[in-house]
């Protein structure tokens, strides 16, 4: 059995699943040991020449009905046994997906997907096989092998005894080899985790492999990782196999003991009054056979508790993966986000990093205003998103939503009051009116279509065959750049958010498009705080307040105009933007 914090609990949760199949499978043993009986009955009254008609009609129904009796428990057990280990794991599955829409952005930045991905799929199956098959092993062991063993014993102490010493050689090679195979079964899954890793970064690449001829390089590097899967692999079977083959090896050595004292026995009593009959040998021998599977099962069972425990270990350390994004004790709750901002003197830091990221922020965002937010390529613009987002823990103070301190805010509230346009867009692999109405469910089909119409995307998705219900490729790989900026919009643009966040949100349209999707937002957004991340001035020139940032400080504030006047940074930036947009024959 395996027992651990996170799984305990389903012992009396399924408590009764498992009694049912316990008792179903106890009654399966029992009938099997019944037909040993009958067989060596028959045999008995066939030597003595006692078997008539009348009786061999008796044990053909008696075997009937242990037939039927073996049938229905069997069915039994396995629906509450193995059904039982779908349920868990359904339930463990659950819990981890809950715990990890909790972590942070810290923990994911220090995981792989493809690691993870092994979690929920090879090590849940690992630990759904000890629940089961393993469950069923260690009660057919405990059970049917102690009553074959009794029944062996009644027949004759001596052979049973001799047999029962390969026994105990088995258990002690079973504990010791369970060792190894547990830390080789570990090394086997973080080598599928490494595979995984590469294979999946390499899908998502494909394009840019392709883009540098560098097909060859990436299949060698491949085969490399491949081949220590492999030999992981390899060296893990190489163990369990011997444990196999040395369980097979005392079986073996246990027949050939008990068919030489049993032969022997039998020989001595013929023309004897002695007791062990030719009907005792096949029984004693039909006991052995029922024995057998359990002996078998012992080798199985260390293994496969071997990768249980493996597994849940990882999948335990991933469920203790503390929470570092919470509700404070403490939480302020309040009916409405209004979309007032007060940055008071915030600095901050990355999780584990030294270097301050940003540094003594203070300015003020008032409720309805469109801000501009600009600075060249790390001077920290998504960082301040990020704090704003809730995404990791500042001190007291340093950042307030409508006077209150965010740390002190109900992180559901925080979220609910924001729209969000990323940086890097994410679309889903779904059809597109799913990924517009991402925010809410049962949105009115005319919604979507506005919102497209406001993000400027709504002439390119009737361009498509299926329109709404067009399906995207996984991440939107069917989508261009620009068209994955615009449903993103759309779809922050559908929640009417009190405060609006877009991070670079316009980098991959035309400026010609950027324009009408600025102007629609004027009108949409009216008294509602917007807050814009630009590269391009033509994004932020006519927000209430734009706020430069360089090298994670404030170092100008105002207006376009008042920036173009009193910062020289700023100016600079317009003056070769425009130039820029002059020689491509726009303006700016």
């Given at each position: 059995?395996?027992?651990?914090k996170h799984?305990?609990?389903y012992y009396l949760?399924?408590?009764?699943?498992?009694?049912?199949?316990?008792?179903?499978?106890?009654?399966?043993?029992?009938?099997?040991?019944?037909?040993?009986?009958?067989?060596g009955?028959i045999?008995?009254?066939?030597?003595?020449?006692?078997?008539?008609?009348?009786?061999?009609?008796?044990?053909?129904?008696?075997l009937?009905?242990?037939?039927?009796?073996?049938?229905?428990?069997?069915?039994f057990w396995?629906?509450?046994?193995?059904?039982?280990?779908?349920?868990?794991?359904?339930?463990l599955r659950?819990?981890?997906?809950?715990?990890?829409?909790?972590?942070?952005?810290?923990?994911?930045?220090e995981?792989?997907s493809g690691g993870?991905?092994a979690?929920?799929?090879?090590?849940?199956?690992?630990?759904?096989?000890?629940?089961?098959?393993?469950?069923?092993?260690?009660f057919d062991i405990?059970?049917?092998?102690?009553?074959?063993?009794?029944?062996?014993?009644?027949?004759?102490?001596a052979?049973?005894?001799?047999?029962?010493?390969?026994?105990?050689?088995?258990?002690?090679?079973?504990?010791y080899i369970?060792?190894?195979?547990?830390?080789?079964?570990?090394?086997?899954q973080?080598?599928y985790?490494?595979?995984?890793?590469?294979?999946?970064?390499?899908?998502?690449?494909?394009s840019?492999?392709?883009a540098?001829?560098?097909?060859?390089?990436?299949?060698?590097?491949?085969?490399?990782?491949?081949?220590?899967?492999?030999?992981?692999?390899v060296?893990?079977?190489k163990?369990?196999t011997?444990?196999n083959?040395a369980v097979?090896m005392f079986?073996?050595?246990?027949?050939?003991?008990?068919?030489?004292?049993?032969?022997?026995?039998?020989?001595?009593?013929?023309?004897?009054?002695?007791?062990?009959?030719i009907?005792?040998?096949?029984?004693?021998i039909?006991?052995?056979?029922?024995?057998?599977?359990?002996?078998?099962?012992?080798?199985?069972?260390?293994?496969?508790r071997?990768?249980?425990?493996?597994?849940?270990?990882?999948?335990?350390?991933?469920?203790?993966a503390?929470?570092?994004?919470h509700?404070?004790r403490?939480?302020?709750?309040v009916?409405k986000?209004?979309?007032?901002?007060t940055?008071?003197?915030?600095?901050?830091?990355?999780?584990?990093?030294?270097?301050?990221?940003?540094?003594?922020?203070?300015?003020?965002?008032?409720?309805?205003?469109?801000?501009?937010?600009?600075?060249?390529?790390?001077?920290?613009?998504?960082?301040?998103v990020?704090?704003?987002?809730r995404?990791?823990n500042?001190?007291?103070?340093?950042?307030?939503?409508?006077?209150?301190?965010?740390?002190?805010?109900?992180?559901?509230?925080?979220?609910?009051?924001?729209?969000?346009?990323?940086?890097?867009?994410?679309?889903?692999?779904?059809v597109?009116?799913?990924?517009?109405?991402?925010?809410?469910?049962?949105?009115?089909?005319?919604?979507?279509?506005?919102?497209?119409?406001?993000?400027?995307i709504?002439?390119?998705?009737?361009?498509?065959p299926?329109?709404?219900?067009?399906?995207?490729?996984?991440?939107?790989?069917?989508?261009s750049?620009?068209?994955?900026?615009?449903?993103s919009?759309?779809?922050?643009?559908l929640?009417?958010?009190?405060?609006?966040i877009?991070?670079?949100?316009?980098?991959?349209?035309?400026?010609?498009?950027?324009e009408?999707?600025?102007?629609?937002?004027?009108?949409?957004?009216?008294?509602?705080?917007?807050?814009?991340?630009?590269?391009?001035?033509s994004t932020?020139?006519?927000?209430?307040?734009?706020?430069f940032?360089?090298?994670?400080?404030?170092?100008?504030?105002?207006?376009?105009?008042?920036?173009?006047?009193?910062?020289?940074?700023?100016r600079?930036?317009?003056?070769?933007?425009?130039?820029?947009?002059?020689?491509?024959g726009e303006?700016?």
């Amino acid at each position: 059995m395996l027992f651990g914090k996170h799984i305990n609990k389903y012992y009396l949760k399924y408590g009764i699943f498992f009694l049912i199949g316990l008792i179903a499978l106890i009654v399966v043993d029992f009938a099997q040991l019944e037909i040993p009986d009958i067989i060596g009955s028959i045999i008995d009254g066939l030597e003595l020449s006692t078997l008539d008609q009348a009786q061999v009609v008796i044990f053909v129904k008696e075997l009937a009905i242990i037939g039927l009796i073996i049938v229905l428990g069997r069915f039994f057990w396995r629906i509450f046994i193995f059904g039982t280990s779908w349920r868990i794991d359904f339930d463990l599955r659950n819990k981890m997906f809950q715990h990890a829409e909790k972590l942070s952005q810290t923990y994911y930045s220090e995981k792989k997907s493809g690691g993870l991905m092994a979690l929920f799929i090879n090590d849940l199956n690992a630990i759904r096989m000890a629940f089961g098959p393993g469950l069923l092993m260690l009660f057919d062991i405990l059970i049917l092998g102690t009553l074959a063993f009794y029944k062996m014993y009644q027949l004759d102490p001596a052979i049973t005894f001799f047999a029962a010493i390969p026994l105990v050689l088995i258990a002690f090679l079973a504990t010791y080899i369970s060792k190894i195979t547990g830390k080789k079964f570990k090394a086997r899954q973080q080598s599928y985790e490494d595979l995984s890793d590469f294979t999946q970064e390499n899908f998502y690449g494909i394009s840019v492999i392709k883009a540098f001829v560098n097909e060859l390089r990436e299949i060698r590097a491949f085969a490399k990782i491949n081949k220590v899967n492999q030999e992981k692999n390899v060296s893990y079977i190489k163990a369990s196999t011997f444990l196999n083959i040395a369980v097979e090896m005392f079986i073996n050595v246990i027949r050939v003991i008990m068919l030489g004292i049993g032969a022997y026995l039998v020989y001595n009593a013929i023309g004897t009054n002695a007791v062990f009959s030719i009907g005792d040998l096949t029984r004693y021998i039909a006991y052995f056979g029922t024995l057998i599977w359990p002996m078998m099962a012992v080798g199985r069972l260390i293994n496969m508790r071997a990768q249980a425990k493996a597994s849940l270990d990882r999948v335990s350390a991933f469920l203790d993966a503390e929470v570092e994004i919470h509700d404070d004790r403490e939480v302020v709750n309040v009916d409405k986000i209004e979309g007032k901002i007060t940055f008071n003197n915030l600095t901050f830091k990355y999780p584990k990093t030294e270097k301050e990221v940003l540094k003594n922020i203070n300015f003020v965002i008032e409720k309805g205003q469109t801000v501009g937010i600009i600075g060249r390529t790390g001077s920290g613009k998504t960082t301040l998103v990020d704090v704003m987002l809730r995404l990791y823990n500042l001190k007291t103070n340093e950042l307030l939503i409508d006077d209150y301190d965010i740390m002190k805010l109900p992180i559901k509230t925080i979220r609910n009051a924001i729209g969000y346009v990323p940086q890097e867009n994410f679309i889903f692999s779904d059809v597109i009116k799913n990924n517009i109405s991402f925010s809410t469910d049962n949105v009115d089909q005319e919604v979507i279509k506005q919102m497209a119409i406001y993000s400027d995307i709504h002439d390119n998705i009737i361009d498509f065959p299926n329109q709404y219900d067009t399906l995207v490729g996984e991440r939107g790989v069917t989508l261009s750049g620009g068209q994955k900026q615009r449903i993103s919009i759309a779809r922050a643009l559908l929640k009417n958010p009190e405060i609006l966040i877009m991070d670079d949100s316009f980098s991959a349209v035309d400026t010609k498009t950027e324009e009408q999707v600025i102007s629609n937002l004027r009108a949409l957004r009216a008294g509602k705080t917007t807050i814009v991340i630009a590269h391009r001035i033509s994004t932020i020139k006519s927000a209430d307040q734009i706020v430069f940032i360089e090298n994670g400080e404030i170092i100008a504030k105002g207006t376009h105009t008042e920036l173009l006047n009193s910062c020289k940074m700023y100016r600079q930036m317009v003056i070769h933007q425009r130039l820029e947009a002059e020689l491509e024959g726009e303006v700016i």
